[in-house]
């Protein structure tokens, strides 16, 4: 199963982001992404919903509790149209 640590690894190199640039980009200390990529730190239930929103991914895809990266925001958004 895939950890938080790694699907946050994983979404950071695909944009192309730097650790810092990252936590820059979430208005979080410097090296923060780096304490959550190497498990040194959970981030808060606030933090993982600001970087799922970053990414335009569901929290428990960034958990790595499933698989489909699909936000329920963006599925409600599509079954309603």
């Known amino acids: ?8 690894e994983t979404l950071r190199t695909e ?5 810092p640039a990252l936590s820059t980009a979430l208005g979080l200390p410097r090296n923060a992404i780096e304490k ?6 959970t981030p808060t ?3 993982q919903n600001k970087m799922a929103a970053y990414f335009g991914v569901s929290v428990a895809y960034l958990r ?5 990266p ?3 925001a963006s599925w409600m958004t599509t079954a309603l149209s």
């Open 1 to 8: 199963m895939v950890t938080l640590a790694q699907r946050l």
């Open 15 to 19: 944009k192309g982001l730097t650790r």
């Open 36 to 41: 959550f990529e190497t498990g040194r730190q």
């Open 45 to 47: 239930k606030e933090q």
């Open 64 to 68: 790595g509790e499933s698989d489909d």
């Open 70 to 72: 699909t936000s329920m």
